[in-house]
């Protein structure tokens, strides 16, 4: 099983639909969680970070992050064709040294949004 | 335009040839990776640097060589690659390790890496 789950679509919904993308983990020690996005020919592109339980919102993206079940979420309100890309959950462990922690991904969700 | 700077954005070489990527922030960011990522899949982290000294290496081929010259740069110099080093290679950087809570990655654009 891998450390962390995510439906690779594709997914496809209509201009202004409300997307959900999931990823479901089972390493309980993750504790900062990051949802990427990546379009074709680029780098992945931070959207959202997130510590701590809850809900986080930016404009149209809101994070979501149940550790009590393992599972994180992304929203995308009012999605446009621009948002059609490749959806990258990563997230990685707390470090008890001054090291830097590697992150793991999901593999990632092929989102298209039409118009 | 992201804030991490890859050079250049692609690459062709033979298998035969030594060649070297690039990476450059001005962030003062004190932590630095490499990551291969093939079509379709998520990155694959292959080093990581921090405050300038090797950390992490996850048991990648010597024909990969890491060198961060200083805090800003990071190379990647490639020798006698295979048609399978075919991939994006994406370099990240992120904020004082130790720092608490952790900072987040940003990645560049990556280089475009075709061995022939």
């Known amino acids: 099983q891998k450390e962390v789950e995510q439906d690779p679509g594709p997914l496809s919904v209509p201009e202004g639909a409300i997307v959900s993308l999931n990823c479901t983990y089972s390493?309980?020690?993750?504790?900062?969680f990051m949802w990427y996005r990546q379009y074709s020919r680029k780098g992945p592109e931070l959207l959202m970070y997130?510590?701590?339980?809850g809900n986080k919102e930016d404009g149209r993206f809101t994070a979501q992050v149940d550790k009590s079940s393992k599972y994180i979420s992304l929203f995308i309100r009012d999605s446009q064709p621009s948002d059609s890309a490749t959806y990258l959950c990563?997230?990685?462990?707390?470090?008890?040294?001054?090291?830097?922690?590697?992150?793991?991904f999901g593999s990632g969700t092929q989102l298209t949004v039409l118009p | 335009d992201t804030e991490v700077t890859q050079t250049p954005k692609h690459l062709v070489m033979g298998m035969t040839n030594k060649k070297s990527l690039k990476c450059e922030q001005h962030m003062g960011h004190r932590a630095m990776y490499w990551y291969k990522q093939k079509a379709k899949k998520p990155p694959e982290l292959m080093f990581v640097?921090?405050?300038?000294?090797?950390?992490i290496n996850e048991s990648v081929p010597s024909r990969f060589s890491p060198e961060c010259p200083n805090s800003s740069l990071l190379n990647l110099h490639l020798h006698a690659l295979q048609p399978e080093d075919s991939a994006l290679y994406l370099c990240?950087?992120?904020?004082?390790?130790?720092?608490?809570?952790?900072?987040?990655?940003?990645f560049g654009d990556g280089t475009r890496l075709s061995i022939l």
């Open positions: 997130t510590y701590s339980s």
């Open positions: 990240a950087s992120s904020q004082d390790p130790t720092s608490s809570p952790r900072q987040p990655q940003h």
């Open positions: 990563a997230m990685s462990a707390r470090s008890s040294s001054g090291s830097a922690r590697q992150l793991t």
């Open positions: 390493n309980s020690a993750f504790q900062y």
């Open positions: 640097y921090s405050y300038e000294k090797l950390s």
